[in-house]
């Protein structure tokens, strides 16, 4: 009778290394660096879309606002518009003069409300369910309540008591600098969201907070410093551009003045 063998594979087996701490921790903190990597990945990608979007609504608002001015003998909307017999009354603003060329849908059709999300007046950055920093996010215009020369903002006010003619592209000194509509954030009674902005070359100013009435720097934004984002423009010859509160030319009163003064 042969003596019985061993399996030949038995020793070598018992010769494989066991992981040691280390190398499970290693391999543990490598998971962990390529799970962040990735997050981190897709959420920026994810708001590079959501900017390319937002870019693309005030494209097609750009486009709408010169379908309007071709209407009506080349007038810009009204950013508010009302009855000159009812100074206390206002029939529409600037989003819903242009709802035959882009459509204006509404979160309660017969009257108020904020445009849908989804909609091309509405950032899609913008939480469409909470107030970007206390405010109300999206589009918005900067209001022109005077009609002297060296007014800010080229949609006219024309209710509550302020009646100003309408401003004429044509009239427009520098429409490729002059702005006409961006990301923006304001406190308003009306249930219209953020259709207008007050600014002028002396308070377009640079802080950590938000100004109650101004642009809204919402792509990118770290959640703390509100300077750490961009805010999409759209000028009057309709292209549209990102800007970081650290841009220099905000800090250049010359190109303040010719972003926010027509003429």
């Not at 309007?68 to 000159?84: E, I, W």
């Not at 009354?89 to 009257?111: A, E, F, M």
Request: a neutral charge; glycine letters at 10%; charged letters at 15%.
């Amino acid at each position: 009778m042969f003596a019985e063998q061993p399996h030949r594979y038995a020793r070598q087996s018992s010769r494989q290394p066991a992981f040691t701490l280390i190398e499970v921790l290693v391999s543990i903190t490598i998971v962990l660096i390529l799970a962040v990597l990735t997050f981190w990945g897709t959420k920026n990608l994810s708001e590079s879309a959501k900017t390319a979007r937002c870019l693309g609504n005030l494209r097609q608002i750009g486009t709408a606002v010169l379908g309007y001015a071709g209407d009506h003998g080349g007038a810009l909307p009204f950013l508010v518009s009302g009855d000159a017999d009812k100074p206390s009354s206002h029939n529409s603003i600037w989003q819903q003069d242009l709802d035959s060329y882009l459509p204006y849908p509404k979160v309660n059709p017969t009257g108020g409300g904020r445009p849908l999300a989804g909609s091309p007046f509405f950032c899609p950055s913008a939480d469409p369910n909470k107030s970007w920093l206390g405010t109300e996010p999206d589009y918005a215009a900067v209001g022109r309540y005077s009609a002297n020369e060296g007014a800010s903002g080229v949609f006219s006010q024309n209710a509550w008591g302020t009646f100003v003619p309408a401003l004429k592209l044509v009239n427009i000194r520098n429409p490729e600098r002059c702005l006409m509509v961006a990301d923006a954030c304001t406190r308003h009674s009306v249930l219209d969201g953020s259709w207008s902005m007050g600014l002028n070359a002396d308070n377009l100013t640079v802080s950590a907070g938000v100004p109650a009435s101004g642009l809204a720097p919402r792509h990118g934004h770290n959640g703390r410093d509100s300077r750490s984002g961009r805010v999409n423009m759209l000028f009057c010859d309709t292209h549209v551009e990102a800007f970081s509160f650290a841009d220099p030319r905000l800090k250049d009163r010359a190109f303040v003045q010719s972003l926010l003064v027509p003429y």
